[in-house]
């Protein structure tokens, strides 16, 4: 059974996932995380989980990152 955070990753949709994936481009140029999905995405688990904001958007970078790759190859 999946941690609960893990639950979380797995249902954001596609194309939150995608929007993610947009922001994390742009953090990755620019150093800076933009004001989007991505934060909001690491709001929602700080707030229902609480984590600590830093904390909640390293899961988020690197989540994202294995979320898309797992459910875009099909496994």
Known sequence: MANKVE???S???DDDLR???RDYKVQRE???MP???MR???RD???RFGLKLADASAVISEGVLRIA???WAGL
């Open 7 to 9: 639950q979380f990753l």
């Open 11 to 13: 249902s954001i949709s």
């Open 19 to 21: 929007r993610v994936l």
């Open 30 to 32: 620019t150093g800076i």
């Open 35 to 37: 004001e989007g999905a």
């Open 40 to 42: 909001g995405l690491a």
């Open 45 to 47: 688990i700080h707030e």
């Open 69 to 71: 790759a797992y459910r």
